[in-house]
């Protein structure tokens, strides 16, 4: 077999959900308006943990951000996707593939952090409420949002890099639908054990430890929703936790299953609808599960429809 140097190639071929004509029309749809709802929740929530003054706290800053990565998450890998299915041809530039990769490691790997960032904010807030202003104070904000941002893009500059030192022998046809990296790994014909290790290190740093972190951040906050005795008081508390748990067991459930499990090949399939959970649903509940849920976004949805600049006294006193 003749070898060829991965950054020679010009482009490949994705054979998305070509093994499913039946469903590919659905999908389509589907896919489509998961990304317009995503675009628009999302859009709406940035700008109002920008715009509304009330919302500036760190909890909705770092909404914000999460919106936004999420945005940027779903366009690398769904919007490629879409043009495809209306063009009819499945293929993807060089550099377009990279870019997809990149990004989708990226994101992926920046929500993991910031996610546990907004749980251990979470702990502050309930756990620790008289000293919250002074420990999570703008600057603290600042870095943390900026330290995830900067863990995300650094980690999945490695893996992208470690992957573009390979080579593949002839095969373009990517078993997926975007440019995943387990998907891209599948069609190297050279040791990629050193990759896998490379992988492995980073995936363990990104799961498994901040799904520890959050889940000591709920041991605290539970035990201590237990012990207000108001019942409005905690099921206040409550509803925002549960908001964050449902988007925390939604995200790392798939990237879990997708990234830290054994790479068998039946799993293939399987694989690219988890993605498509992974790359569509869990962007599109965010602002839907945080919005729908909490009374201070929505009245700040509202005042900005009705353009007005003050902040209800009932949303300044619930936090
Ligand atoms: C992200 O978080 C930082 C720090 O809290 C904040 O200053 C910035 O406005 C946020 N960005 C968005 C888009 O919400």
Redesign the pocket.
């Known amino acids: 077999m003749v070898k060829t140097n991965l950054t020679v190639i010009s482009n490949f071929i994705f054979l998305g959900f070509t093994h499913y004509p039946k469903v590919e029309i659905t999908l389509f749809v589907l896919c489509l308006l998961i990304y317009l709802i995503t675009l628009l929740g999302n859009i709406i929530l ?1 700008s109002v ?2 715009l509304d003054s009330c919302l500036h706290k ?1 909890m909705y ?2 909404l ?2 999460l919106s ?1 990565l999420d945005i940027w998450y779903t366009s690398s890998t769904l919007t490629p996707m879409l043009a495809n299915f209306v063009s009819g041809k499945n293929t993807i530039p060089f550099s377009g593939c990279v870019a997809q990769m990149y990004f989708s490691l990226a994101m992926g790997s920046t929500e993991c952090v910031l996610l546990s960032m907004m749980a251990y904010d979470r702990y502050v807030a309930i756990c620790n409420p008289l000293r919250y202003p002074i420990i999570m104070n703008k600057r603290v ?2 870095q943390i ?1 900026a330290g995830s941002w900067a863990t995300g893009c650094i980690t999945a500059l490695v893996e992208t890099v470690s992957v573009l030192q390979l080579s593949l022998c002839g095969n373009r046809i990517i078993n997926h639908f975007t440019c995943e990296i387990l998907a891209v790994l599948r069609l190297i014909c050279v040791d990629t054990s050193k990759v896998q290790l490379i992988m492995l290190v980073i995936s363990v740093l990104l799961l498994p430890m901040p799904m520890l972190l959050i889940c000591i951040s709920y041991a605290f906050i539970l035990s201590s929703i237990l012990k207000i005795s108001s019942v409005d008081g905690r099921s206040k508390a409550f509803s925002t936790c549960a908001a964050h748990l449902t988007v925390v067991v939604l995200f790392y459930g798939t990237a879990l299953s997708m990234y830290l499990k054994p790479s068998a090949v039946g799993f293939q399939e399987i694989d690219k609808f988890m993605a498509l959970v992974y790359a569509g649903l869990t962007p599109m509940m965010n602002p839907i599960i945080y919005s729908l849920r909490n009374k201070e976004v929505k009245v700040a949805v509202k005042k900005l429809l009705a353009r007005s600049p003050l902040c209800p006294l009932s949303a300044q006193s619930s936090e």
């Open positions: 940035i943990s920008l760190p800053l770092f914000g951000n936004f904000c600042v949002a």
